[in-house]
């Protein structure tokens, strides 16, 4: 191995370590990340894999997947089928320990987070 080839060799890994380093969890997705999401009678649980199961206050089972994109809670949902269709993002934020999304009406969720 000639010393031009070990320079780069050392860059490269010394760089992928740096690159490895600098990548954070997002804070909200750190805060909820396989936990359950407490509103009233309704509970979701935020599956460290993306699954998002739970129960509405209404009673249905509601299921799809979430993830958080630029601070904002991304969901799709396969049920209840009214609620089903492409994903969605809401304005999320942490508060106290508790997450606060506001939906489409402009209205805030607080869900305790569990």
Known sequence: MTNRTLVTATTLIVSLAACAETQTVDPISQAVSGRTLVAGDT???AGANGAL???LASGDTLSGTWRI???KWCRTLTQPA???GPEVCQDAALADGQLVIVGSSGAPTTYTIE
């Open 69 to 71: 994109s630029n601070g």
């Open 43 to 45: 509970r979701l649980t």
């Open 53 to 55: 199961v739970g129960t």
């Open 82 to 84: 009214r609620f089903a």
